[in-house]
């Protein structure tokens, strides 16, 4: 019987010749040498792995080739095989694979908004052609990072007030640490101009403006983007513009000892926004004129008296409250 057990260090088959000459108990004059060869297949033998990838996104680890690599050694065409993932918390996703596979794949999902863990148990086996010989479990470290998934947000400014949104975990939804946000066009709503455009901003901002005599609002399509280089889906940020009120310089006339109102109106003598309520004061009245006060309300109302034979003029400053 001829025996033994040799190890192939290398990623390639080698041979080994013996050389054997036969010997009987009766020694026989025409006994004849004669050769084994063994081929030795080599089995892989790989270091432990590890890789990062983001939420929901397909992985794939291929160990290197190398007699031995940086992967250790992986002779050419090994395949795998492995059993389902064990998580750290927060992961999900992640299935066993039985049939030999060219690298190890799959897709995990992150719930947290910090990174987490997959180890899979991973079997290698040589191929077809340098034997099938499976080598010992080694394992791979899957870190999966995380997504930002942002609900929708909202603020309320006044017109050309600058606003600024800073999405908070978990109140906000999924926020990793450092994600940044990106949008690409101006928001879009009726009578509002302004706003800016954002690329890796970590604070969603701008100032709108707003032309309307009552609260419009206006939506902006912001994309994040978490360490990592993790996209998120995009999400909306409605900003709701309440107007001012901007009164332009009137002038009225009326007659001496008759009843008047002033009541500013939208569109001719400013944007007045609904519901504005105004104070007033007076800063002068000329000739000998009477009959104008201080006062507060929706319209001025007043009767002024004037003593002379020429016109004469009451001039009032308005300081219009917004609702």
């Known amino acids: ?64 080739v190398g ?23 927060s992961l999900s996703g ?10 190890l794949s799959g897709t995990l999902f992150n719930s947290s908004n910090t990174i987490q863990t997959a180890t899979y148990q ?14 010992a479990t080694f394992t791979v470290q899957v870190g999966i990072l995380p997504n930002a998934e942002v609900l929708t947000l909202s603020q309320t400014v006044c017109s050309g007030i600058p606003f600024a949104i800073t999405p908070t975990h978990p109140g906000d939804g999924i926020i990793p640490a450092n994600t940044t946000y990106s949008w690409t066009a101006l928001p879009t709503g009726p009578f509002i101009t302004g706003g800016n455009l954002g690329t890796s901003a970590s604070v969603i901002s701008g100032t709108l403006s707003s032309t309307s005599d009552i609260a419009r609002s206006a939506t902006f399509s912001v994309t994040p983007t978490s360490p990592g280089g993790c996209g998120g889906a995009a999400f909306s940020v409605v900003i709701t513009v309440r107007p001012f009120a901007y009164i332009n ?23 007045i926004a609904v519901g504005t ?11 000998g004129l009477t009959g104008a006060t201080n006062g507060s309300g929706t319209a001025l109302t007043a009767t002024l008296n004037n003593p002379t034979n020429v016109q004469q003029t009451a001039t009032y400053i308005f300081t219009p409250s917004v609702p």
């Open 94 to 103: 992640g299935l066993s694979q039985t049939a030999n596979q060219a690298f």
């Open 277 to 287: 309520t105004f104070s007033w004061s007076v800063v002068s009245q000329t000739g």
């Open 1 to 64: 019987l001829i025996t033994g057990t040799f190890s192939n260090t290398s990623n390639n088959a080698h041979s080994v010749t013996f050389n054997i000459r036969p010997i009987l108990a009766i020694e026989c004059s025409n006994s004849n040498n004669f050769t084994v060869v063994i081929t030795v297949n080599p089995k892989p033998a790989i270091t432990a792995m590890s890789a990062i990838s983001c939420d929901g996104v397909l992985f794939q680890v291929s160990p290197v």
């Open 67 to 89: 007699n031995p690599g940086v992967n250790g050694l992986v002779p050419t065409g090994t395949l795998y095989t492995w059993t389902a993932p064990t998580y750290t918390a």
């Open 249 to 271: 310089a009137m002038t009225r006339i009326f007659c001496d000892g008759v009843p008047f109102t002033i009541t500013p109106t939208h569109n001719i003598d400013g944007t």
């Open 122 to 135: 991973v079997v290698p086996v040589s191929s077809p052609s340098l034997g099938n010989c499976v080598g």
